[in-house]
């Protein structure tokens, strides 16, 4: 080494001279090989991508090494000629180039599984034989279009050291498919979409045409593709430059991407035209583009109908399917003429073909994502109405529930709430017209794609004749959460999908506005948001296993966890305790700017912490509200704070925050809350009160675990109330003299106290004592009081915390103790408020919204803890029913009925419900029969009921979950469900895995109320055998199971040595 060291710079530069012609030379040899290489060749050498290699970091076949633009260089790379050892000066340089290389292109490359074929499934459409198929090899060699890159033939070249900086293309990362995000080198400008639909076999054909901007100089074209076979990939630049020549593409299943290698490189700052040509299925599932069916006249009739969000736009055409890429759509669908298409724009034209066919032209859309996109194919009709503003509302359904009418109460409310929103948010709505579709089958409530959104039926189809006041409030706020997300998540997109609380939360907040703008006695807001969101999601909040609001999002898996009531209820709880302490005007102009400010575009919660912290500013007032809020949206869970009254100092209090968990032992079993240091910045209103009188409302801005405040109010015989309203996302504890003043305020004269205020009094006392922070008898202490309350609310909130304490309790031998407790503080009410009569006469707000709803309230606890009188209403109207085959059930209550008859009757009265269920077409009534079905106490009938729950032509895929969910509620199939659950979790997983909310919904459905030890063993067990399979959600049914066994064990006996006591006195 020392001599050839020691040559001069002359001999080296001609060394240098031969070295590149022996290179060039080879290089031309090389591609002459690759060119003559058969198209047969190169689809066998593609399709063996999917082999594993040794250690399992993906592609290792020829064809897949040959896409990198340079070779990352690696030890067993290169060899050290000792001839080529350069002087010293030039050696370091170089040497830093390599290190600089090696370390852009070690940090983007992921390990990866060993991928499959292509990612397409079996069994996929084929319309002549020449079709490509999914699960086969792609045909990714159209003839003309070139050949592998020429290092496909052997093992790859050391890079060449060089001095200059490596180029935009060098940087790329080798293997781009196999990042979790896509590069960001190219944007989606426009997309030209045209379909076929085949509705007699369930396929279509699809031909997409993408104007792409080349930011970042690039050698792939990467975009997502999923259960599509793609036929033909071509690429241009213009009309005068051509095409760019496509050396081959693969389908990446782990990452669901499309890779279109080319044999140049794409310039940056160009634009290209990305041409596809694929087919897939028509898929018999829920998401994607998907069939349903419903039966008109004994006719099955089919539909077509999409679900993108959150990513799978995939499944139905290659497409840059993240939020941030927002693009302009035109979209053409060609369909036979017996069927209409719809999409997010109106029909521009329809050219009519003389074969029975019909092409819909659209009009172009705004900027958009296109997990919003949507289309349909069905055959049904419509309604429409017309806003102020001119915007065209149609309601779509199955021709016989237009004639029915039932279509008529959304097509009205949605005209209205247009209006609404148009001058709350001072943004007019941005599309010509919207759509509301209600199809029998869909995985969610609804889908609020821009200008079509779709609902499943029974969210947007109401007989006024058979709906009850419940019915049409849950049909009520899913529009009015719908119509919300055409300016939150349509208009202004989350960025990412850590921030989905950003739409979601505030169409989550304003079903609340909206329905207290259609129907402004109903108090939503103030009142109906603290048991239906607040209350509720606290409860999951309260768990160890909890996460923040914004969440890392890294994978497509992680995007389905974000989807759940964390996102959607905290989210809503925290924007109403931040409009609560701001000032709802001045939050109103906040949410103006930010709509106006980024509109047409993507926004982040940063976005809109500025936007509400200018309004501040503009109002004389100076917060950082991201300062405040990042505690809130960041951390996990949230506060309880704790007032304790000083015995010295009469007027002052200690007051101290910590995180709120269930399960306080959890607080000891990890480091992460042996060591947290959670602290929020709480704002903490207040009053002082006495047997007649309560103080002005003070705020304290709690930031501190523990602060001493003087309240000159406080005096001997006054009580303390914080949190005013259930405003803040936190609970509120107080020293024992402090809660036995409050009961007795509300025993004495429980007016003083605002509704709103005793019902967070209710639910905060019931969850303090779960969680081992009170007493057990200080919630049931409490409630005595409610005899002599009138207002819903409070008996909302105490029905909600009884119903989970009589799960963990119904299977106990004492538990008669408990029941008769409960029926003692209910009878009194009951008694006084009767049953309805069935005299609605078509209008179901005719009747006292409140009142309605407070006599269904007690009507129920009265009926499911077994008043006497409660049962034999409920069986003199059932048997009437079926004696007269006239049901004169008042429709407020039916489902109260139904399910106590069930429970009570025989099995011919089981029979009787289960052939109302296959004849009514009003699907009001045929969600409650079938509800209904699941409180029998024969097991036999149970078993029955949960198999036939798998047959999707008895009972619709998104039924099957409740149906589950409530045999398990019952405390004679509980154990039942549970091993239905474990015995068909295969088939479950497979059918509703992908669906966000669903798995979660059925797995903590199955599971909240399983409470011995036995069975948190058994669901232990379980998940080791799907160990990683919706993670998430049995981690909290663990922790919910193990909370449920641990208060069982310390707190049972407690409880029932209290029940007995009070019931002797």
Not at 812 to 831: C, G, P, R, S, W
Request: proline content about 4%; some cysteine.
């Amino acid at each position: 080494m020392a001599l050839d060291g020691e040559r001069g710079e002359q001999e080296e530069e001609k060394e240098k001279k031969k070295k590149k012609k022996k290179r060039r030379k080879k290089k031309r040899a090389e591609e002459g090989a690759a060119e003559s290489r058969s198209p047969s060749q190169a689809t066998m050498g593609e399709a063996a991508a999917a082999a594993p290699r040794p250690g399992g970091r993906g592609p290792s076949d020829p064809w897949a090494d040959s896409v990198g633009v340079r070779p990352r260089t690696t030890e067993r790379h290169i060899t050290v000629h000792k001839r080529l050892v350069l002087a010293f000066a030039v050696s370091l340089v170089a040497l830093l180039a390599v290190t600089m290389l090696a370390v852009l292109l070690s940090l983007r490359f992921d390990e990866c599984g060993a991928p499959g074929a292509d990612g397409g499934p079996a069994g996929s459409p084929a319309r002549d034989r020449n079709a490509s198929l999914p699960g086969a090899a792609p045909r990714n060699h159209p003839a003309g279009e070139g050949s592998a890159p020429s290092e496909a033939a052997g093992q790859a070249t050391p890079a060449t050291p060089s001095a200059r900086p490596p180029s935009e293309e060098e940087r790329e990362p080798r293997r781009p498919w196999t990042q979790l995000r896509l590069s960001g080198h190219l944007k989606p400008l426009h997309y030209n979409l045209m379909l076929t639909a085949f509705m007699e076999n369930f396929t279509f054909a699809g031909e997409v045409n993408v104007e792409i901007a080349c930011r970042n100089a690039t050698r792939y074209v990467v975009l997502h593709a999923s259960r599509v076979a793609v036929e033909k990939v071509q690429v241009a630049e213009d009309r005068v430059a051509g095409a760019v020549p496509v050396a081959g593409f693969f389908l990446y299943p782990q990452t669901q991407v499309l890779v279109v290698v080319l044999n140049r490189t794409l310039d940056a700052q160009r634009n290209y035209n990305l041409k596809i040509v694929y087919n897939a299925l028509i898929e018999n599932e829920l998401l994607g583009f998907f069939r349903s069916s419903y039966v008109l006249h004994g006719e099955r009739r089919f539909l077509g109908v999409t679900q993108f969000s959150p990513t799978h736009a995939r499944k139905a055409f290659p497409c840059f399917d993240e939020p941030i890429y927002k693009a302009t759509f035109k979209i053409s669908i060609k369909h036979q003429a017996t069927y209409l298409s719809l999409s997010n724009m109106p029909v521009e034209t329809s050219v009519f073909e003389e074969d029975g066919w019909v092409t819909d032209h659209f009009s172009q859309t705004p900027l958009m994502s296109t997990y919003y996109l949507a289309w349909a194919i069905c055959n049904f009709t419509y309604r429409e109405t017309t806003t102020k503003s001119g915007v065209v509302v149609r309601l779509y359904a199955r021709p016989d529930a237009i004639r029915r009418g039932s279509g008529h109460y959304a097509l009205h409310i949605t005209k209205r709430l247009i209006e609404f929103y148009e001058d709350y948010f001072k943004v007019p709505y941005s599309l010509p017209k919207l759509d509301l579709l209600a199809v029998p089958k869909h995985p969610y409530a609804a889908m609020e794609n821009w200008g079509l959104s779709i609902f499943v039926e029974q969210r947007i189809l109401l007989d006024p004749s058979m709906s009850s006041i419940s019915y049409l409030l849950d049909v009520t706020m899913v529009i009015v959460h719908e119509i919300c997300h055409q300016w939150f998540g349509d208009l202004v997109t989350p960025v990412w999908w850590e921030d989905v609380w950003l739409k979601e939360g505030f169409a989550h907040y304003f079903e609340f506005v909206g329905t207290d703008y259609l129907y402004p006695g109903w108090n939503m807001e103030k009142q109906r948001f603290l048991t239906d969101v607040l209350h509720e999601v606290m409860l999951l909040d309260g768990l160890a296993s909890s996460h923040p609001v914004s969440q890392e999002v890294l994978q497509a898996t992680d995007i389905d966890r974000v989807f759940d009531w964390i996102a959607y209820k905290k989210g809503a709880a925290l924007i109403r305790m931040l409009a609560n302490f701001m000032g709802h005007s001045v939050f109103q102009r906040g949410l103006q700017d930010y709509l106006t400010i980024h509109k047409y575009g993507n926004a982040a919660r940063n976005d809109l912490w500025n936007a509400f912290s200018e309004a501040l500013k503009r109002n004389g007032k100076y917060v950082n509200i991201q300062e405040v809020m990042d505690q809130w949206t960041l951390q996990k869970g949230y506060p309880v704070i704790t007032i304790l009254g000083n015995a010295t100092a009469e007027k002052r209090v200690t007051i101290t925050q910590q995180r709120f968990i269930y399960d306080i032992s959890a607080k000891t079993k990890t480091f992460e809350h042996r060591n947290s240091s959670y602290l929020w910045q709480i704002p903490l209103t207040i009053v002082v009160g006495n047997r007649s009188h309560v103080s002005s409302e003070a705020i304290i801005w709690v930031s501190n675990k523990s602060e001493h405040h003087r309240i000159t109010s406080l005096g001997k015989g006054s009580w303390l109330l914080g949190n005013i309203n259930q405003t803040g996302y936190f609970r509120v504890n107080y020293d024992l003299r402090n809660w036995r003043l409050l009961i007795e305020q509300l025993i004495r004269n429980h007016e003083v106290l605002s509704v709103s205020n005793r019902a967070g009094l209710i639910d905060d006392a019931f969850s303090l004592a779960r969680a081992g922070y009170l007493p057990q008898n200080i919630p049931l202490e409490m409630i005595r009081y409610l005899s002599e309350e009138k207002d819903f609310l409070p008996w909302h909130a105490a029905s909600r915390a009884l119903y989970p304490l009589d799960k963990l309790l119904d299977r106990m031998e004492n538990y008669n103790v408990f029941n008769e407790y409960i029926l003692k503080q209910v009878a009194t009410t009951y008694l006084k408020l009767g049953w309805p009569k069935n005299n609605f006469n078509g209008s179901l707000v005719q009747a006292s919204y409140q009142h309605e709803e407070l006599r269904r309230e007690v009507i129920m606890l009265a009926c499911s803890f077994g008043n006497k009188h409660c049962h034999q209403q409920a069986s003199t109207l059932i048997s009437d029913w079926i004696s007269s085959n006239r049901n004169r059930i008042p429709v407020n209550v039916r489902d109260i009925v139904y399910c106590t008859g069930v429970s009570l009757l025989d099995e011919d009265v089981w029979e009787f419900i289960w052939m109302k269920f296959h004849s009514t077409t009003a699907v009001s009534e045929k969600k409650i029969l079938l509800e209904a079905l699941t409180c029998s106490d024969d097991r036999n009938l149970l078993n029955r009921l949960l198999n036939l729950s798998l047959n999707s032509e008895v009972v619709l895929d998104q039924d099957a979950i409740d149906v589950i969910i409530h045999v398990a509620r019952n405390p004679h199939g509980r154990d039942l469900a549970w091993k239905f659950f474990r015995d068909k979790w295969k088939i479950l997983n497979t059918r509703y895995g992908e669906a966000l909310f669903m798995n979660s919904k059925l797995i903590s459905g199955v599971t909240e109320y399983l409470n011995t030890e036995g069975e948190l063993k058994e669901l232990k067990n379980f998940m080791k055998n799907y160990d990683g399979v919706a993670a998430a959600a049995f981690s909290r049914a663990v922790e919910t199971v193990e909370t449920n066994v641990r208060w069982k064990m310390l707190f049972q006996d407690e409880l029932f040595q209290w029940l007995g006591k009070a019931l002797r006195h």
